[in-house]
């Protein structure tokens, strides 16, 4: 099964600022999926990416398959951004017929 | 809008009561997952189903069950309700081919008195 970590779990920062979250797995994987929560509890799906980068907006995802590692990036971030980052990969090796295993997720807070 | 959705936002129920959680996706979805969510624990696999009248245990699979009978519609049952059921549960559903599409309901909370 796979292990996933993510850091930090909490972060503050001001609005403005550059913003990364880390997430690390532990067996190989075909892709990787950032989700992000809202207060009340509906999640979307940000990203699901297998290799390289991907950007949408101010937030940008990048993943090193080899080093089994993957960032969240937020450029001039907003209090909108203010949320919970999941990272989440298949909850075993290969197949998307999978569910997922989730890191804790990051509980960030921007200020204005 | 493609949607998954669940049938009760609130649910409130007796300890020892048969409950029924109810997820439909309109997206043909092969896969479809119920997931718990608990502060601190974050968020747990319980079942996932990958075709009609096919399941899979997750981590979590104790004092739930599961059905699948149509491509659209997958139960969460616990058979005899307990307060450490007591939680937020997610359904969520995507196609088979590396888990593309992945989409979540919003969520039923469960309060098990």
């Known amino acids: 099964k796979n292990e996933v970590e993510q850091s930090p779990q909490n972060l503050t920062a001001q609005e403005g600022e550059f913003i990364t979250i880390n997430c690390s797995y532990s067996v190989g994987i075909s892709a990787l999926h950032w989700l992000q929560q809202h207060p009340g509890g509906g999640i979307v799906s940000l990203f699901m990416l297998s290799s390289g980068k991907k950007k949408h907006g101010r937030l940008i995802a990048t993943i090193n398959i080899q080093e089994k590692h993957s960032s969240l990036h937020i450029t001039a971030s907003h209090p909108r951004d203010s949320a919970v980052y999941i990272c989440a990969v298949p909850y075993r090796s290969g197949g998307g017929a999978d569910g997922l295993t989730f890191g804790k997720g990051t509980h960030l807070i921007i200020q204005p | 809008d493609v949607k998954v959705t669940q049938s009760s936002r609130y649910l409130v129920k007796r300890t020892g009561e048969k409950v029924f959680l109810e997820c439909v996706q309109d997206m043909d979805h092969e896969n479809m997952f119920w997931y718990r969510q608990d502060p601190g624990l974050g968020l747990r ?69």
């Open chain 2, 45 to 113: 696999l319980i079942y996932f189903s990958y075709d009609v009248k096919m399941k899979e245990k997750g981590d979590i699979p104790e004092g739930y069950s599961v059905s699948r009978e149509k491509k659209e519609r997958f139960s969460l049952i616990l058979e005899s309700a307990s307060t450490n059921q007591t939680s937020m549960y997610l359904c969520a559903s995507s196609f088979r081919r590396q888990g593309l599409g992945y989409t979540f309901g919003s969520g039923t909370r469960l309060t098990v008195v």
